[in-house]
């Protein structure tokens, strides 16, 4: 099992954002995450890579207790994600900001930058890489923000809507993006509201609502659950 959340709790104040949560994903998995906004997605994918301390629950990857571990020693375990609204350095190129993720394994910055142009290329943003980022549109955002993961050669890749904002020709290319990824040997979790994205990439699906799991399943069998259906109008 490459993670093991059990029982993950995350309060703000009196507020449960992620309310007793438990999910496990296997080497090779592309697993779905959905519900609503504000279901507690982000803030169960900021439990798992650290970037906020959980309440309670405990959180293994490959085997070992991450639960406390700061986000660079699960990053170096192999946990990257991408951030749903997009980490990107305006005033830095789009190289250099790749070249971030890339540190993580290689001391060496000709290293480091060696590996960012490889993901740049993996992601179409090659013959982008001397650009500064802020000339990037949403698109370009959201790949460089895919590379800026890739490039720490992750063993797990969490998406957080990394393809909100695109046009339909563009989701396609990243999903298409996203099965690259997964054939090269690295596990997806993904976070997405557009169904199509979700049912074209995924076989398992946990649905959170107000941050509980309210389901689990195929894509068709949780799009078909009245428990999943209701939290969806309900809002
Ligand atoms: P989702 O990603 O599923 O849309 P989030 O995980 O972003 O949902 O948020 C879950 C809930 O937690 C929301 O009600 C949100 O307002 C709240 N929340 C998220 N982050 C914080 C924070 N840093 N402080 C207080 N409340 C937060
Ligand atoms: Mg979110």
């Known amino acids: 099992m490459l993670i093991e959340a059990q029982s993950v709790t995350k309060m703000f104040g009196a507020f449960k954002a992620v ?22 997605k982000s803030t169960f994918f900021n439990c ?10 405990t959180v293994r990857f490959a085997g070992t207790d991450i639960t406390t571990a700061p986000p660079e ?21 789009v190289l250099d900001n790749a070249t971030i993720g890339a540190l993580l394994r290689h001391h060496n910055a000709r290293e480091a ?7 740049l290329d993996r992601v179409g943003l090659g013959r982008l890489a001397d ?27 969490l998406l957080d809507e990394a393809m909100a904002g695109l046009t339909p020709t563009e989701v396609r290319e990243a999903i298409e993006l996203v099965r690259r990824i997964h054939a090269g040997g690295v596990t ?19 649905v959170f609502h107000q941050g509980r799991e309210i389901a689990r399943g195929t894509p068709r069998e949780v799009t078909s659950d009245p428990h999943v259906i209701e939290a969806y109008l309900g809002r």
């Open 73 to 93: 020693e699960r990053a170096r375990l192999g946990l990257a994600r991408s951030f749903q609204v997009p980490l990107t350095f305006e005033s830095m190129s």
């Open 131 to 157: 650009a500064p980022a802020k000339s990037l549109g949403t698109p370009g955002r959201k790949r460089l923000e895919i590379a800026r993961a890739l490039a720490s050669e992750p063993k797990v890749l």
């Open 19 to 40: 309310d007793n949560a438990s999910v496990t994903v296997e080497e090779g998995d592309i697993l779905g995450l959905i519900g609503p906004n504000g279901a507690g």
């Open 113 to 119: 930058q060696a590996k960012a142009r490889e993901v």
């Open 188 to 206: 997806i979790v993904i976070v997405e509201h557009l169904m199509e994205v979700i049912t074209s990439l995924t076989r398992r699906v946990v």
């Open 48 to 57: 798992l890579t650290g970037d906020m301390p959980l309440t309670s629950g």
